[in-house]
Every structure is written in structure tokens, then in C-alpha cells.
């Protein structure tokens, strides 16, 4: 038995008028705009921030993320902003560091975190746009809490808090980048984490010879169980975060934190006035080895 033939005009209206058909055709048009609108996004590095980006501390929805680079994990994103913030307080560390202080161990271990995080802050800024995530451009409360005991230091006095606060965050900051460079898949973050691995030993090695860390303290405080997570600082749209050296210098200017001939981003310091201790230091301009040759960034 023959199945009845049909015209196809019938078939044609049918497909273009059948209720479920058409609802079908909808929804999948939605799904298709919702896979390609956020990998078109990642692709671009960021293009123009959606509205949310400009709240949210990583400018990204919860839960992991797919980029063109790899999953990009809630960890990974905090561990990126926090490359971000160690910067915006750690330069100008290095600033007062040249200005609060006679002891030519303690000037070259700020030389280190200015040259160090220059350089951090340039591939976290790069790294974020890649990802459309959106950066801080102010360091956390407990960030700003060190600088002013740093700001409020002269002398051995600075020595010792400048070193013991560097030294304890950079020992927490260590840990965390072992285990993110342990377990990314996402190729961004990998380098990033190579990179601040580094850099943060070095910036260790340079804080211990200063002679003023009380590892003791430190040992102690490695035992005990880590407090609640602190709240980030609000990012702002993807691309928009400034670089940390110019935040660093609005700092300084903006506190007087660093005197006269003191640190700047845009040139080579002045010789300090009478009454003031320190030699300023371009931000970023290379700090010698001790064999005189390249830099001791390794």
C-alpha cells in the first residue's frame, strides 16, 4: 500500500506554520546566541564590559568559566586578583622604602618589589583582559591598614615593619601560587603563576636579607589555621583598570607618604633634601645584580 503523496506546498507550510515546530526553532535559536555571544566575549579579551562587570569583583558569573585559554575556576580568578592587588600596595612598599630608611638593604629590597610588580602588573592587566575579567584599582582594606602602619615608620622602625609585613604576605602568596600552578588547565593563568612564582622568591630572598625578619613570628603564624577570606576590593570594567605604577604615584602624592625626591613612575628620582632620608628610584627601571650585570629578578 502506497503512502499518500504530499504536495510540497503542503510540506512547506507546514514547516514554516506548525506551532511546535516554530517554538522548537526558537529555543534553539535562543541556545545558539548563549553559546556564541560569551565565547565571541572571551575571543575579543573582554570587548565592552557588560553592565555587571562593572560591580562584580572578577566581572565574571560564578561557578567556572569557559574561555578560548581553559576552565577559568573561582580560584583562578581570585588568584589573578590578587597578582593585581599585592601591586597596588607592594609599590608603594618599595616607594617609602627609599624614602623612610637608611639602610641600603632595605632600599634594594624596595628597588626589588617596584621593578618585581611593574612587571607582575603589566601580564595580570594583559591575562585579565584575555579573560573579560574586570581588576581592582584600590588595594583591600587590609592592604591600606599596612601602608599606614609602613607611612607612620622612620628609621629601624619602618626596617622592621616594612620587612615583617612584606615577608608574611609574600609567604601566603607563595603557597597559593603552588597550588594554582598545580592545577590550572587554563594556559593564561599557568604563565601568570609561572611568572609570580619567580618573582616572589626573589622579593622573599631580598626581604630575609635585610636582617630584620623575625622568622620566629613567621613559623608560628604558619600554624595556625587561616582566618575567614577577607572581602576583594570592586573591579571595574574589563580593560579599564589603570597600571599600578600610576596608582602607586596618585598614592604617594596624594598622602605624602614619600617626601620630596622621593619614588616617581615617570622618571628617575632627585637627590632627597636636607632632613629627608632615601634616594628615589624610577619605577620599573631594572634592579643590578651583584655581579653588575642584567637584573636580579630571576
Do not use: C
Not at 541556545?31 to 553592565?51: H, N
Not at 612564582?197 to 604558619?222: C, P, R, Y
Not at 572581602?231 to 597600571?243: E, K, N, T, W, Y
Amino acid at each position: 500500500m502506497r503512502t499518500p503523496h504530499r504536495s510540497s506546498t503542503d510540506a512547506r507550510g507546514q514547516s514554516r506554520g506548525g506551532p511546535g515546530q516554530s517554538r522548537l526553532l526558537r529555543m534553539l535559536a535562543v541556545g545558539l546566541v548563549a553559546v556564541i555571544v560569551p565565547l565571541w566575549v572571551y575571543k575579543q579579551g573582554g570587548g565592552t564590559a557588560p553592565a555587571a562587570q562593572t560591580v562584580a569583583s572578577d566581572g565574571l558569573p560564578g561557578g567556572i568559566v569557559n574561555t578560548a585559554f581553559g576552565p577559568l575556576t573561582p580560584d583562578e580568578r581570585t588568584f589573578v586578583t590578587k597578582v593585581r592587588l599585592a601591586g597596588l600596595w607592594e609599590l608603594p612598599s618599595g616607594m617609602m622604602a627609599q624614602t623612610h630608611t637608611t639602610n641600603p638593604t632595605v632600599h634594594e629590597a624596595g628597588k626589588h618589589l617596584l621593578d618585581g610588580h611593574k612587571k607582575l602588573d603589566e601580564q595580570a592587566l594583559k591575562i585579565a583582559a584575555q579573560l573579560g575579567m574586570g581588576l581592582p584599582n584600590e588595594p583591600s582594606q587590609q592592604q591600606q591598614d599596612f601602608l599606614r602602619q609602613e607611612q607612620a615608620a622612620q628609621g629601624a622602625d619602618f626596617d622592621r615593619v616594612f620587612a615583617q609585613l612584606l615577608r608574611t604576605q609574600h609567604g601566603l602568596i607563595f603557597q597559593a601560587i603552588a597550588k594554582i600552578r598545580n592545577s590550572t588547565r587554563n594556559t593564561l593563568v599557568r604563565q601568570l603563576a609561572d611568572s609570580a612564582n619567580t618573582i616572589v622568591l626573589d622579593h622573599i630572598t631580598v626581604l630575609e636579607k635585610t636582617g630584620v625578619v623575625d622568622f620566629d613570628s613567621i613559623a608560628a603564624a604558619s600554624t595556625q589555621p587561616p582566618g575567614p577570606a577577607t572581602a576583594l576590593p570592586p573591579g571595574v570594567a574589563v580593560g579599564q583598570a589603570l597600571p599600578v605604577t600610576q596608582l602607586a604615584t596618585a598614592w604617594a602624592n596624594t598622602t605624602g607618604a614619600v617626601a620630596s625626591g622621593g619614588t616617581s613612575a615617570g622618571g628617575q628620582g632627585t637627590q632627597p633634601q636636607a632632613g629627608e632620608v632615601g634616594q628615589g628610584v624610577q619605577i620599573g627601571q631594572g634592579v643590578q645584580s651583584t655581579s653588575g650585570a642584567g637584573t636580579a629578578v630571576r
